[in-house]
Structure formats: structure tokens, C-alpha cells
């Protein structure tokens, strides 16, 4: 009986002893866990206007997210999650900034009077992509209808695995294909989350198309005035070559998570950063970089409503992407590395703006010679990734065209601009890598184009 006891007690002990490692390993991912999901809560809900319940079962329901549990305050607007109780993170919308997580040591009601950006979306009677009336129906004799619509249609088979949300074709800016889940519409807004880098990058290429900048000049980072750093131009932060030190691992406490998710100035994690190797020389993808681009760019305005109205007045309103919004952490910085939501219709005008070369209907918001620079491979990417922008290789996309180049967000969200072909391609969802092959779906629909 002794040694039962014995026995028992030790058990007891182990059991103890693991559970006490589990929690410390674990406990510190709870911060991360229920941050991340208040805000994309929050940001679905009031952003788009979807219910919680719809939010949990999809843009949540995934591990170790789909741990936490919400509680929406619709007067407030805010959502609040925890994990097993613990760690509560609140989320608050504000009115043309989106939503954003509260600082510790900030109040909601702060966070609600910051300065929004003034939109100018004015209707007109063109048909889209350059205006709100309908297209006029156009059938193309080169063009495989039924063989585009079967692709389409089979992007949204076995959808618990592929995830698929919404497909949009546009040929010679005709949209010749359009698809949405069955909880989506036209007018839903989705999250771009990385594809806001290549938004992000046009900035700067209208910056320097209106000769206020050059991507070739060091970047203005006091803090690196006086060593190595120096060196870093902007176009090394476009490239993803600064040499600076970044993770980017989304599965564990990293740079990117804690940039994310515990950080009230985002631009500034990047800049603070010590460098482990001279510009141009090593190329690591770095979500950091692009927050460090958001933050430079406020430097280059007299004042924060400036900075605010920027990207609407001379990018997102200027080409009729009425729903999209850039959200901005506690700072009031533009999360330029995930946080840029709009309608698959309007992520696809994004990528017509690339298609003409930075040309809207007779508006040229930059230089064609950017989109040569944001397409030319930067050094020691294996030719993948240009200035925010990532492109095709053959073994990247084998079956597709060269050319071809593309935003790239988490969880599957693409628009593919296919100069070769006249045509972009927007396909968004909640799984990537091998739940939908992207190879199949852009080849079966560049293929159907003779």
C-alpha cells in the first residue's frame, strides 16, 4: 500500500510538474492567441459587417485561433477575446482607420479620436473597372468560356479543404468570370493581409513618379545615422535586402507576431533592428520592413491628416477602389504589411493598374518604368520577389506565363496581373499551399485565353 501511495503521489507530482511546463511555455502565446483574434473579429465584423457567428466558423476557426473565445460590444464597437479565461485583448473600430488592438496603457475612447483620412469617391456612369454602371456584354471569340467557368467553379469544390472565397477574371477589362461563397457577395470586403505590401510599395512609386522621393536614397532612420545602417537605401526595403535582422515565422513568438499583436508602433520594430549582414547582399522577407516603409513614408508629410489622406487621394479613391481601407495601429501608422481590406472587384482594379502600366484611363498615377523596377528580381531572391511584389518562375508557377507577377497574402489571397495575357486574376481565401493548387487554377484560365 506504501509504495501505492508512493507510487501515486509521484504520478501526481509529474503530472504537475508537465502541466507547470506546459503553462510557462505556452501561457506567454495566450497574449498572442487572443490578440489575434479580437482584432480579426473586431476588423470582420465592423469593417465588413459580418456577423460574430460567421467570423468564428471561418476567418477564426483555425489552431490555435479558434481557442479563443469573443464577446462583441456592437455599442462600443469593440470585440474582446480571451483563452481559457485568460489574457483579454480588446480590439476598437474607429471610423475610416479600422480596427486596432488597445494599448495597455491607452484608453478606448483615445484610440477613437484620432484623425481619419478624407475619401473622395464621387460616382460616375462608366462601365467597371472605371466607374460604377454595368459592363456592356462582350464575348471574345479567343476566349474558352466553358472552360474558364468549369476552373472557376471547381476552385469552390471540396470548400471545408479548399476555402476558396471568390474568383474574378478580368480580360481587356472585361470581367468574364466572377464567383462568391455562399456567405459572401460582391460587396464583401476581404483582407488582403500580405498583398497590402504591393499597395504599400505604390506609394512610393507615385512619390517618385511626382518627383518627391527616390527609391535610390537612403532611408530617413535617425537612429541609423551613425553606423552601417546608413547604407540602407528605400529600394533595399522594397527588395527585402536591407541585411537587418527579422523573423518571420507566424507559428511562434517572433518578430512578426509580436509586431502584430503586442506592438503599438509598428514601424518602429523593423527600424531597431540591428544589421547582420551590408544592404543588398542577403534578401529575407520581412513584414517589419513594410511597417518601417508605412512609418518613412509619414516622414515625408507636413502633418498626420496628410499622411492619412495620401494613399486615398492619390492611389485607392483616385482609381475608384471605393471599399478599401488601410487600417493604422495605435500610432496612427498604416499597417502597410497586412491590414488592407476591399472588394474582389477592387483588389482586381489594383492589379489593372499594374496591367496599364500605372495608367487609369487616361490618369498616370506612375511611371511605367516602376513597374519594371517592382518586376526585376531583387539579388538573391532566386528571381521570386521583386520590390513587394512577387513573381513567376518555372518552377514557381510552371504551367503559367512567365510573366506573370502577383500580390501574395496569407492564407491564399492573390492578384495575378498576366501582362502576356491581357488579364488579371483575383482569387481569395482561407487556405493556401497544398489545400488549393495555384499552379492548375492560373494555368487552366491563362490557357483558356488563346
Not at 112 to 138: E, I, W
Not at 140 to 150: M, Q
Not at 321 to 332: Q, R, Y
Request: proline share 4%; aromatic share 12%; with cysteine.
Amino acid at each position: 500500500m506504501k509504495n501505492f501511495k508512493r507510487f501515486a503521489l509521484f504520478t501526481v507530482i509529474l503530472i504537475c510538474l508537465a502541466f507547470g511546463v506546459a503553462v510557462t511555455t505556452n501561457y506567454p502565446k495566450l497574449n498572442i492567441i487572443s490578440g489575434f483574434s479580437a482584432k480579426n473579429m473586431c476588423s470582420c465584423v465592423f469593417n465588413d459587417g459580418r456577423s460574430q457567428a460567421l467570423t468564428k466558423n471561418q476567418d477564426n476557426n483555425f489552431a490555435p485561433v479558434n481557442l479563443a473565445k469573443n464577446n462583441i460590444n456592437n455599442q462600443n464597437k469593440t470585440a474582446t477575446a480571451t483563452v481559457y479565461g485568460l489574457k483579454a485583448r480588446t480590439a476598437v473600430y474607429r471610423s475610416g482607420l479600422g480596427c486596432v488592438l488597445v494599448p495597455t496603457d491607452m484608453d478606448v475612447n483615445t484610440l477613437k479620436k484620432m484623425p481619419s483620412p478624407v475619401r473622395t469617391t464621387k460616382a460616375n456612369l462608366l462601365p467597371y473597372p472605371y466607374g460604377d454602371a454595368p459592363q456592356k456584354d462582350t464575348l471574345f471569340e479567343n476566349v474558352n468560356y466553358e472552360l474558364i467557368d468549369e476552373i472557376v467553379s471547381a476552385s469552390f469544390h471540396n470548400n471545408d479543404i479548399q476555402k476558396t472565397r471568390s474568383v474574378l477574371v478580368v480580360y481587356k477589362d472585361q470581367i468574364i468570370a466572377e464567383k462568391y461563397a455562399d456567405s459572401l457577395t460582391q460587396d464583401s470586403k476581404l483582407l488582403g493581409w500580405s498583398m497590402t505590401k504591393s499597395v504599400m510599395a505604390t506609394l512610393y512609386g507615385i512619390l517618385q513618379h511626382e518627383g518627391k522621393l527616390s527609391v535610390d536614397s537612403p532611408a530617413k532612420v535617425a537612429s541609423w545615422q551613425n553606423d552601417a545602417r546608413a547604407k540602407i537605401t528605400y529600394s533595399d526595403l522594397l527588395h527585402m535586402n536591407s541585411g537587418l535582422a527579422w523573423e518571420e515565422d507566424y507559428a511562434t513568438i517572433s518578430d512578426v507576431t509580436k509586431m502584430l499583436f503586442l506592438t503599438d508602433d509598428m514601424s518602429s520594430v523593423q527600424a531597431e533592428k540591428e544589421a547582420i549582414a551590408s544592404p543588398n547582399t542577403v534578401w529575407n522577407y520581412s513584414s517589419g520592413t513594410s511597417n518601417l516603409l508605412a512609418g518613412l513614408l509619414r516622414k515625408e508629410f507636413n502633418n498626420e491628416t496628410e499622411y492619412l489622406n495620401f494613399p486615398y487621394r492619390k492611389l485607392i479613391d483616385r482609381i475608384g477602389m471605393k471599399s478599401m481601407l488601410i487600417e493604422t495601429d495605435a500610432s496612427g501608422t498604416f499597417v502597410g504589411s497586412s491590414y488592407g481590406w476591399a472588394t474582389t472587384r477592387d483588389w482586381a482594379k489594383f492589379g489593372l493598374l499594374y496591367l496599364h502600366n500605372g495608367n487609369w484611363n487616361g490618369d498616370q498615377l506612375f511611371d511605367k518604368n516602376w513597374v519594371d523596377y517592382v518586376t526585376t528580381p531583387a539579388p538573391n531572391s532566386d528571381n521570386l520577389y521583386g520590390a513587394h511584389f512577387w513573381l513567376n518562375t518555372k518552377t514557381k508557377l510552371p504551367d503559367a506565363p512567365l510573366d506573370t507577377y502577383y500580390a501574395d497574402g496569407f492564407q491564399g489571397q492573390r492578384v495575378y496581373i498576366v501582362p502576356s495575357k491581357d488579364l488579371v486574376v483575383v482569387r481569395m481565401g482561407l487556405a493556401s499551399g497544398d489545400a488549393f493548387d495555384f499552379n492548375w487554377f492560373l494555368s487552366g484560365i491563362t490557357n483558356a485565353i488563346y
